[in-house]
């Protein structure tokens, strides 16, 4: 896919704190270095979020200024934001801080966007902003990308040359490359990304597993496209941790619907869930991807290392036992007053061991 580029105004600091990573247990700080990712993911939060929203008009109006047709992010998977001066707001910003800023934390670079897409490696923006950021700060860098290229030499060589600095992965949530193809437009193919992940556990990089997020469909894939399959290609026992999320609709799951074939069940499954209203489905299926993870990692003996992202307002009273102790499960939902779940048949388990 090649990218139609649109430059648009800057953030004023590139590094932010970041509650919704924190909560997630990925990361306190972020680094995005473009408005608008380099890829096209249907499924991707970003083109929801606050900041394209409110942006909406004026980048729309900029799009047209600089490419003769108005385009949306929703719509069109080839446009891509770009800050242009990103790298001297970034020099700008580290220049006031002292050079313990992020000791003992975590910077994910990056977080709405991916750094690694290819109008930011084309003209050298990544490995500058990760040079500046190892140079000036103390952050412990968490590298989540999309684009297999972190498996090349030339990158496996720049991580491992900052031992203790860097932590890698990539976002691979099917082997179905079918999938991938119409769905997560332009990104390298979940087999390049487990490629990638592989060469860099066999250099000694440290890595993590995100299976963010895992359609129903991988759930009842056999062999190779299977859940099963997908976790033992990620290696978990090489990874420091492994997330895993189900599909939480994000106002686009008619994008990520027109991604299946016609017939094919994970586009039944999304009509008839975001579609018709049947959020008993979803229950279902978050329970039970839940349920295959524990049982994997309690087998194999990596069950410290799951981190299960779980929106739990969704979760259905009969599903609820399933989390009982609630092991690697990390509450996502906005808690009651108490600071417990708001959903009482998950606060009812919370702290009740099995």
Request: with cysteine; hydrophobic share 40%.
């Amino acid at each position: 896919m090649k990218n139609k580029l649109v430059m648009v105004p800057s953030i004023k600091e590139p590094i932010q704190r970041s509650p919704g990573f924190a909560k997630k247990e990925l990361a306190t700080y972020k680094l995005d270095l473009m408005g608008l990712c380099g890829f096209g993911c249907s499924y991707c939060s970003s083109n929801a979020g606050n900041y394209l929203r409110i942006n909406r008009g004026k980048f729309a109006d900029l799009t047209e200024q600089q490419l003769g047709e108005r385009l949306l992010p929703a719509t069109s998977p080839e446009l891509a934001f770009l800050w242009p001066d990103v790298l001297e707001r970034l020099r700008a910003q580290l220049a006031q801080k002292p050079h313990t800023l992020g000791a003992g934390e975590t910077l994910v670079v990056s977080q709405l966007t991916d750094a690694f897409s290819p109008p930011l490696l084309a003209d050298g923006t990544t490995q500058a902003a990760l040079s500046l950021v190892l140079a000036k700060t103390s952050f412990r860098i968490r590298v989540l990308t999309k684009n297999a290229i972190v498996g090349s030499p030339k990158w496996i060589d720049f991580f491992a040359a900052h031992p203790g600095r860097f932590v890698v992965g990539l976002s691979t949530g099917t082997l179905d490359s079918e999938w991938a193809y119409a769905v997560e437009v332009g990104t390298s193919s979940p087999q390049a990304r487990i490629r990638a992940l592989r060469a860099l556990q066999d250099a000694g990089v440290p890595t993590f597993g995100m299976l963010c997020p895992v359609f129903p469909d991988t759930l009842l894939a056999e062999g190779n496209r299977s859940l099963d399959s997908l976790i033992e290609q990620i290696r978990p026992e090489r990874c420091e941790t492994v997330w895993a999320e189900p599909y939480n609709d994000r106002a686009n799951w008619q994008a990520v619907r027109d991604g299946y074939p016609a017939d094919a069940p994970g586009r039944r499954w999304l009509e008839r869930v975001f579609g018709s209203g049947d959020r008993r489905a979803w229950s279902t299926y978050a329970r039970d991807l839940y349920s295959r993870l524990r049982w994997a990692a309690l087998r194999d003996g990596w069950l410290e290392k799951l981190r299960y992202l779980l929106y739990e307002d969704g979760i259905d009273e009969k599903d609820a036992p399933a989390f009982t102790g609630l092991d690697g499960v990390l509450l996502q939902s906005k808690p009651a007053e108490d600071g417990r779940s708001a959903n009482r048949a998950i606060a009812a388990i919370q702290g009740v061991t099995p």
